[in-house]
């Protein structure tokens, strides 16, 4: 076909230039995109991992938000977002109480709160308490130096659970129980 057998449309003119020819079919390529780009809804284009509020940052290859998070820094900013720092490490203290106060002790004593920097201790024995409670200074000392300087003020120690002898019909008014330590 010549260009005179052309259409007056298809003939290339003074006002439609010949387009250039590519070998690698880039000239191709571009013709499709144009020709597809009209006949498709915008929305329906549009990838979805483009879709983001204006004004965020694409990094590319490198990290961010948008990817998955390691469990550690995700708990971390957790932990820290709710204040839960002394809480988790004071309860670390009542897992770890044997290693910090000694094998002999911790089989004796056992922790059973912490609030507003008081630290309370059971003992299985009022020997065991009297023990402790001479013991206490050192025990505040070797706690403050894991969770920090003033966390631990004081160690209230408190001895075992005993029977009432308050109430029943062998109790006597103002009396003091039995007379027996209970340990």
Known sequence: MTPEDQPA????????????????????????????????PRARRR???????????????HPDDRDPQLLDNTL??????RGWELDLRVHGVFGRWG????AE?????????FEDGRLVVRTDSTAWAT???????TVVRRLNEDLGHGTVTV?????????????????????????????
């Open 131 to 137: 023990q402790l409670r001479l013991l206490a200074p």
């Open 76 to 81: 971390g900013r957790l932990v820290a977002e």
């Open 99 to 102: 290693e910090l106060v000694g």
């Open 47 to 61: 990838k979805p991992w483009t879709d983001r509020p204006r004004g965020t940052r694409v990094s590319g290859s």
């Open 155 to 183: 160690i209230e120690v408190l001895g075992p659970h005993l029977p009432t002898w308050k109430k029943g019909p062998r109790s006597a008014r103002d009396g003091r129980g039995p007379r027996d330590t209970y340990g």
């Open 9 to 40: 449309a298809d003939r290339p003119g003074p006002e439609r230039p010949e387009p250039e020819h590519r070998d690698d079919g880039l000239d191709l390529a571009r013709a499709l995109t144009r020709a597809t780009a009209g006949s498709t």
């Open 105 to 113: 002790v911790a089989a004796h004593c056992t922790p059973e709160r």
